[in-house]
Structures are given as structure tokens and as C-alpha cells.
């Protein structure tokens, strides 16, 4: 089953957290340090274990993406409110300060496991700490080149950040989950130097998990190359290699519910390159490529700028650029959040032709589509403060001559 796109509004603040949330949401505790009060109803001597890692996407442009969690609360009630009876509350004491930066490319960061009474749960809520400002920041953005800045989590340190979903915790079992943070799509410029969090997390058991692995020509690394694994134009996944080329895609739910994946390579002023119908398979890794024969992609000679502006930009317009190959699949090639108070965005994409190869025997063959050269599909979507998607008709665009403005606005 594919992640459920959730939305929630927060009182005080136009800010709103954006989460994809799987069938199974987590517990979080620290390690070794681990306290839990109140009840959740059900079996009190039949009870079942949950544990949790962190891993984290790119962070686009930030050297450090940092959350501080102090405490975890779960209910079984989908409506129930802070206040009510029925929660369990695990906390971190003292609270832990995460940089999310260091959990890319399939690196996990175990946060502990809890025990709870087995049952089925329907609500979580992830406390973090407050923020704060001085030289100490609870939550904090280091732009690359800049200096560490207070990222703004409204709403999160008190009501915490509310996840509706179902999980079940099973008698004497142990639930291992994965709790992958987007820093990439989480992080929003405000048009004032200022950045707010608006959470897009993704939760997958483990046990049911693989991923996709490969390496790339260490020639690229200089270019700042992303690897993609996506459905249907959606992104699911995203990682970058490590020092020596080497990446892996994970953790992705197996394809046995999720289908084949396409793998998206890109590269600042590299063509891309597009592999389809990559299978996973749970408890494995499945390799696209090898050191021997690792991925490289061409130069790209041509590469222009789309920008423009998304209205309303209290609506956290996201911007994406999408290429669709005949008889081949639909993929997005970046992205970027537009400003929260200017509605700006810009894109630098190359206008070169994408390669398409398809998964097999490897070293994997890819051919230049020529028809796409410098041409996107670009489109905006949002969220108001009702928590309605808003979105703007997609406008296809020819980067082959030069830059382009395109601006939108969502309804």
C-alpha cells in the first residue's frame, strides 16, 4: 500500500506540516534512557515491542537540517485530543538533538524501542522541543555557506505534530518501522532570511522493506548528483552517494504492493538518466549498477533557468519539473519549494536529452530520448489553510533556447 498524503493546519501560524503516513506509525525513545506513563486500554499482560529508526532524504542546499524530539505520545483513538485520558507517553530525556543531514544514502539512526499493550493504534503525536534563540537552538537550519539559523516549528512543541494512521502492536512481537524525514521537502524559505519546518515523513516497516543500490562514477560527485526512486512521477525515495559513489535507495516496501520503481539520476549540468522497472524485494537490495561499471552521465552543454512565482504564497506552493518518455514512464527531475511569503521559486535543468535504460542483466543500457531535449512539463501544488490541495494547471516548457519564466496561480 502506497503512503496516505495527510495534512494538517496549525493554530497561530499559516504553517502547515505535510506527512506521508504509511499503515504503521512509530513509537519513538531513547536509547538506554526510556520513560512511559499512562494507559492505552486493551491486554496490559499481552503486550508487544516497538522500535524505531531515523533516516533522511537530501537536504537541499543545507549543510545541517537539526529537530530536537523530546517525546512521542500514542493513542488509540484517531480523535482523541491532548488532553484526554488513554495516552502513553515516551519520552526523551533529555531531548535529543538530530541533525538530519548525517542520515542520508540508507544510514539509520536507532532512536530505541518501547513496550506497549498490544492492540491497534490510530493516533501519534511527535513532540519536539521548543525553539529557542541565542547561540543554543533547539531546531535549526546551516545553509550551505551561511550561518545556523532558527528553524520555526509552530504548534510543535505543544500539541506536538498529530499523525493519524493504523498500526497494530502485536503480543510478544517485536514492530521494527523506519521513520524517513524529507529535509529536502521540509525545510521553507520565508522571504526574510527566516525558514519553517513543514514535516513530509514517510513511515515503513522495516520487515517488509528492501532497496535499490548501485554506484556512480566518482566524477560526478563534484556535480551534486540525487538519486530518485519513484511511482508514477511521485518521489518516494531520494539518497545521494557516499565518497566512493557508492548508494542505496532505502528502505522501499517491497514491489509485491508497490510495483516496479523508476530510478531518477541527476547531476548539476549532466544529462539525466532514467532506469524503469526496478523490482525490490523485502529484505534485500536489488543493484542497478556496480564499481566495476558504475553510472556516469554526459555533460550537459545547455542549461537554463525556469523561476517565476507561485500565488498564494501562504498556500506553500512546490514547484516540480517532469519529463514523460513515449512509451516510457512519466518522471520528476526536481523540485523546490517555493518562498512561504514571496511565492518565488527557480529551477536550473539541463537541456540536453534524457537517457532511458531498462532494468536487467547489467551493465545496464541507456538510450537518449532527443525528442525531450529541454523540455518540461512544470506544474505547482499547495495546500490552504483549510488543508485543501490547491493546484495550478501544468505548463510545458522548452529550455532549448534559453531561460524561462513561468509563474503560477493555484486554485
Known amino acids: 500500500m502506497h503512503p496516505l498524503h495527510l495534512i494538517f ?31 492505552v486500554g486493551g491486554d496490559s499482560s499481552a503486550s508487544g515491542t516497538v522500535a524505531v529508526s531515523l ?29 484526554d485520558a488513554g495516552w502513553t507517553d515516551i519520552t526523551l530525556n533529555p531531548a535529543r538533538k538530530i541533525n538530519l543531514v548525517n542520515l542520508t544514502n540508507g544510514v539509520l539512526d536507532s532512536l530505541g524501542q ?32 551561511g550561518v545556523e539559523t532558527a528553524l520555526a516549528t509552530p504548534s510543535a512543541a505543544q500539541s506536538g505534530i498529530k499523525l493519524i494512521g493504523q498500526f497494530d502492536v502485536a503480543a510478544n512481537t517485536l514492530s521494527d518501522v523506519v521513520l ?64 566512493t559513489g557508492s548508494f542505496t535507495l532505502s528502505p522501499l516496501v517491497g514491489s509485491s504492493t508497490s510495483g516496479n520503481y523508476v530510478v531518477v539520476i541527476t547531476a548539476d549540468a549532466h544529462a539525466t538518466e532514467v532506469i524503469d522497472n526496478v523490482p525490490v524485494t523485502a529484505q534485500a537490495n536489488t543493484p542497478i549498477s556496480t564499481s566495476a561499471t558504475p553510472i556516469t552521465l554526459p555533460v ?65 543500457s541507456a538510450t537518449a530520448a532527443t525528442a525531450l531535449a529541454g523540455q518540461y512539463s512544470i506544474n505547482a501544488t499547495g495546500t490552504t489553510t483549510a488543508g485543501a490541495t490547491v493546484s495550478a494547471p501544468a505548463a510545458t516548457i522548452s529550455l532549448s533556447s534559453g531561460n524561462v519564466t513561468q509563474s503560477f496561480t493555484l486554485q
Open 180 to 243: 524517513d524525514f524529507d529535509a529536502c521537502k521540509s525545510v521553507v524559505a520565508r522571504g526574510n532570511g527566516s525558514y519553517g519546518l513543514v514535516p513530509v515523513i514517510s513511515v515503513t516497516p522495516k520487515s517488509g522493506s528492501g532497496g535499490i543500490s548501485g554506484h556512480l562514477d566518482t566524477a560526478l560527485l563534484a556535480s551534486h548528483p540525487v538519486i530518485h526512486a519513484e511511482i508514477n512521477g511521485v518521489i518516494v525515495k531520494s539518497t545521494v552517494p557516499d565518497a
Open 300 to 364: 550537459s552543454s545547455t542549461n537554463n533557468t525556469v523561476s517565476g512565482t507561485v500565488t498564494p504564497a501562504g498556500d506553500l506552493p512546490v514547484v516540480t519539473a517532469r519529463q514523460s518518455f513515449a512509451s516510457g514512464p512519466t518522471v520528476a527531475v526536481a523540485f523546490r519549494n517555493a518562498d512561504a511569503t514571496t511565492g518565488a521559486y527557480s529551477m536550473t535543468l539541463p537541456a540536453t536529452a534524457p537517457l532511458l535504460g531498462h532494468f536487467g542483466a547489467l551493465p545496464i
Open 9 to 39: 493546519n496549525l493554530k497561530g501560524d499559516k504553517m502547515k506540516y505535510a506527512f506521508k503516513l504509511g499503515m504503521l506509525a512509530a513509537a519513538v525513545s531513547a536509547a538506554g534512557i526510556l520513560a512511559a506513563c499512562g494507559g
Open 114 to 145: 518501547a513496550s506497549l499493550p498490544a492492540g491497534h493504534y490510530t493516533q501519534l503525536r511527535l513532540v519536539l522541543a521548543a525553539d529557542t534563540s541565542g547561540a543554543t537552538l533547539n531546531n535549526s537550519v546551516l545553509p550551505t555557506g
Open 55 to 83: 533516516t533522511d532524504a537530501p537536504a537541499c542546499g543545507f549543510d545541517a537540517v537539526n529537530v530536537t524530539v523530546s517525546k512521542v505520545r500514542v493513542h488509540q483513538s484517531s480523535t482523541a485530543n491532548v488532553n
